[in-house]
């Protein structure tokens, strides 16, 4: 072995194989006449196919110029010759030795690490290694890579940006200052990774009817992101496609706040493409539009200080925010403790605004409200309250017809005598018909005087009176009714003889 040019104190070395060619155990020993030539081991036996020898030189003491040393071999299978030569100098002019040029891997994805590597070796020393690289778009980085080493192997790892084919060589120089720049080496960034789509969610989830929802996902890319696209399908299959390319907030987060219009459930899901066109379809999710908006409603009738009776037409109004007002249905509720506890008039009505309510098997009372519950499609229910109380009253007034009187005679609006055996009033000329009329609950709305079914005067306050003088002979039919406020009602007629001419 020729260890070629070394300068003076130095050492290095080399190893060679001794083979056991035959079955049983080979027996072995070295021998050396130089002194600067070691072997190891001197002997030894063998029972495996080789054992290995070190053969180390050491220049001290050794004169410039060259120099040669022969080991022998001695076995009980023969003998052989191993050779070594060496130069010394005074002054190095090798240069390092730099091999195992490695890419690892050759071809890389987009946004991996690539471990560029070399073994770099010298016969004094390293001094420093250099890596150079050249760009797919030809720019060139030379990189100092010293520090990196593992042994005599030295490295750099680095994720690179451009897509294409990188070419490098690594440039040693020793600590004597010779220079050796290694064979030219390549590899490849590709990009075949579709982006990355994370975090997707639509919120608030569900959603009131007229609310924005926000439908938002972390979207990225090494090579960066070309297009994204949102595909929304609604309840009734149709389907929006919403560029959202520049709605980003923040580095990787791409947004759409929309309001819907139709309740139900949607379906969702992100489309990205990258720089390169690699393409990547999120899995669906879903958000729902909810109506939680109860209808506006507003008791018309009776909406308090009313007094009622018999059949009360009760009347509302109603608004909903998405149901049309024929889809609500209509509960009607009533209190006759001023809202305390209530009872049930009728349920599951289609929305009228109205509905005719029977009172007459309710009992009289001036604390009476209704309560209108309307319910639309989504089951939110809204609801109103007569604002103030409202007497319901079903008993008639009552009712005296003062004067005139059966049996009696009257002149000129004097009551002057009874007649025997008279079931008529006689009058002649002028009288003043007097009523007396109360109502307990609900109060007298007014008194109506009748003569022969025509009505002649409504006296709406107290006291109650008609002044009848009007030309007129022979029998009437004089008949008064009281109403009270909630439209009740008493007669009484009294038939009459009346001489006015």
């Avoid at 929006?240 to 791409?254: F, I, K, R």
């Avoid at 249905?329 to 008039?345: E, F, H, M, P, R």
């Avoid at 008194?447 to 009007?470: H, L, N, Q």
Wanted: net charge negative; hydrophobic share 35%; with cysteine.
């Amino acid at each position: 072995h020729d260890f070629g040019d070394m300068l003076v104190d130095h050492t290095a070395s080399t190893t060679f194989e001794i083979w056991n060619s035959g079955e049983g155990t080979l027996t072995y020993s070295l021998s050396e006449s130089c002194g600067w030539v070691s072997v190891s081991p001197a002997s030894g036996t063998s029972t495996g196919e080789h054992d290995t020898i070190t053969v180390t030189v050491d220049t001290t003491g050794l004169s410039l110029g060259s120099h040669s040393c022969t080991i022998s071999i001695s076995s009980d299978g023969g003998s052989s010759t191993f050779t070594v030569t060496v130069n010394v100098t005074d002054a190095d002019l090798v240069s390092p030795t730099i091999a195992n040029i490695l890419a690892t891997p050759a071809t890389q994805e987009a946004g991996n690490m690539v471990r560029l590597s070399a073994r770099v070796t010298d016969n004094v020393g390293v001094g420093n290694v250099y890596l150079v690289v050249e760009y797919p778009n030809g720019s060139l980085y030379n990189i100092s890579i010293t520090g990196y080493k593992t042994g005599s192997t030295y490295y750099y790892e680095y994720t690179y940006p451009l897509l294409g084919t990188y070419n490098f060589s690594f440039y040693a120089v020793d600590t004597s200052g010779n220079g050796k720049t290694s064979a030219t080496r390549s590899f490849v960034i590709e990009d075949t990774t579709p982006p990355v789509i994370d975090d997707i969610s639509a919120t608030p989830n569900p959603v009131a009817y007229g609310g924005t929802i926000n439908i938002s996902a972390t979207v990225t890319d090494f090579m960066g992101i070309a297009a994204l696209h949102l595909e929304i399908t609604h309840p009734d299959d149709s389907v929006d496609n919403v560029t959202v390319t520049g709605n980003l907030a923040g580095e990787s987060t791409y947004y759409y706040r929309h309001s819907f219009d139709e309740l139900g459930t949607y379906e969702y899901a992100f489309y990205a493409v990258d720089t390169t066109g690699n393409g990547y379809t999120s899995p669906l999710r879903t958000f729902t539009v909810q109506d939680k908006t109860p209808p506006q409603v507003e008791v018309v009738y009776p909406d308090g200080g009313e007094y009622v009776s018999g059949k009360v037409l009760v009347e509302w109004n109603v608004t909903d925010n998405y149901d049309d007002p024929e889809d609500l249905t209509v509960t009607l509720k009533y209190s006759a403790d001023n809202g305390a506890s209530w009872q049930n008039i009728a349920s599951d009505l289609d929305n009228l605004g109205e509905y005719e309510w029977d009172t007459t098997g309710l009992a009289d009372g001036t604390r009476y409200r209704v309560k209108v519950n309307v319910y639309d499609t989504t089951g939110n229910m809204g609801t109103d309250i007569s604002d103030a109380s409202f007497t319901v009253d079903n008993t008639a007034p009552s009712l005296s017809l003062q004067k005139p009187t059966p049996g009696t005679l009257y002149m000129f609006d004097r009551e002057v005598m009874p007649l025997l055996l008279r079931d008529k009033a006689v009058i002649v000329g002028a009288i003043t018909v007097i009523v007396e009329a109360s109502d307990a609950m609900s109060g007298v709305r007014n008194v109506e005087f009748m003569v022969d079914g025509g009505s002649k005067f409504v006296d709406s306050t107290t006291p109650y009176e008609w002044e009848w003088d009007e030309t007129a002979f022979g029998a009437h039919t004089l008949t008064v009714v009281v109403t009270d406020r909630a439209g009740n009602t008493a007669r009484e007629t009294v038939e009459v003889k009346v001489y006015n001419i």
